[in-house]
């Protein structure tokens, strides 16, 4: 019931689910190399949206660096 959750259930293709995370999340757009790691990633068995923001969650880019 999140809003970043009802974002997602609108999104139709897979890469319009990564950019809503990484704008949600990131501030910003998914980078080329953002891009070729989602695209190995959907190569896979299905990725959950929670696995990616997981992971996005614990990156350097988002600790708060005082």
């Keep these: 019931t999140s809003l970043l959750g009802r974002q ?3 999104c139709g293709e897979r890469g319009e689910r990564w950019e809503a995370v ?3 999340l ?3 757009q ?3 190399n953002d891009d070729e790691i989602l695209r190995d990633l959907e190569a896979g068995p ?3 949206a929670a696995d990616v ?3 996005l969650l ?3 880019e988002f600790f708060f660096i005082p």
Aim: aromatic share 10%.
């Design 26 to 28: 990131l501030t910003r």
């Design 22 to 24: 990484y704008l949600a």
């Design 8 to 10: 997602l259930r609108r």
């Design 30 to 32: 998914p980078t080329a």
């Design 46 to 48: 299905p990725a959950p």
């Design 53 to 55: 923001i997981w992971a």
């Design 58 to 60: 614990n990156s350097p």
